[in-house]
């Protein structure tokens, strides 16, 4: 089991850049797939980016492909998000999320993990 904490959202201009950070307490985080999941007022909760246990192979929605990176270090158990030239359209709240069975695409067991959040807000 694991608990996740998000830090690192807050009010940027566009075309800023913000770096999300997931840190995970608990045991065995090397063996968690890690999701960010964004949610914005009115909206549906949309995947934003992804990756493997070991950090080998990540993907992202189409929204924010060459703009956001997502990163881990497995000896921190931290996940990352890096988010450069932010657009409005990025505001929402972001969650971490982490699972143990499935592949990067879907969970197939019951372990799955969220953390409270973090506020990102772009706007000038």
């Known amino acids: 089991q694991v608990q996740l904490r998000e830090s690192g959202g807050g009010l940027v201009q566009p075309g800023g850049s913000l770096r999300l950070s997931c840190v995970a307490s608990?045991?065995?985080?090397?063996?968690?797939?890690v999701k960010w999941y964004r949610q914005a007022p009115g909206k549906e909760r949309e995947l934003v980016a992804a990756?493997?246990?070991?950090?080998?192979?990540?993907i992202y929605a189409d929204s924010v492909k060459g703009r956001f990176t997502i990163s881990r270090d497995n000896a921190k158990n931290t996940v990352y998000l890096q988010m450069n030239s932010l657009k409005p359209e990025d505001t929402a709240a972001y969650y971490c999320?982490?699972?143990?069975?499935?592949?990067?695409?879907?969970?197939?067991?019951?372990?799955?993990?969220w953390g409270q959040g973090t506020q990102v807000t772009v706007s000038s």
């Open positions: 990756i493997t246990t070991t950090g080998g192979d990540t």
């Open positions: 608990g045991s065995r985080f090397w063996t968690y797939f």
């Open positions: 999320n982490a699972y143990r069975e499935g592949t990067i695409w879907s969970r197939t067991g019951t372990s799955d993990y």
